[in-house]
């Protein structure tokens, strides 16, 4: 069982910046895939970016120049650099982890943290 908690959500202006963390715990085996989704009211979750334990980055078009996704494996955290952000990008983020390990994937995801870009 894997447990991830987010963290650095809150009301930040047109512009600015937030910096969201995931500690993850629990039975993270060699080979998964971490990433962020969003999801804003009364719409779907969508995926924001996403960093695998060997491999590329990637990031929706919307966030592509403007959030940074990272890892540190020691700590077993994630984070997601949010710039320049916009009232768009207005959504509750979850953290998720997709463990390959095994023969089927098991995905797990934290309780979410919402993101207000507002004047």
């Known amino acids: 069982q894997v447990q991830l908690v987010e963290s650095g959500g809150g009301l930040v202006q047109p512009g600015g910046s937030l910096r969201l963390s995931c500690a993850a715990s629990g039975n993270i085996f060699s080979y998964y895939v971490m990433g962020w989704y969003r999801q804003a009211p009364g719409k779907q979750r969508e995926l924001v970016a996403t960093?695998?334990?060997?491999?590329?980055?990637n990031y929706a078009d919307s966030v592509t120049g403007r959030f940074t996704i990272s890892r540190d494996r020691v700590k077993n955290m994630v984070y997601l650099q949010m710039n320049s952000l916009k009232p768009e990008d207005t959504a509750v983020y979850y953290c998720n982890l997709d463990d390959y390990s095994g023969p089927t994937k098991r995905s797990y995801w934290g309780q979410g943290t919402q993101v207000t870009v507002s004047s």
């Open positions: 960093i695998p334990s060997a491999g590329r980055t």
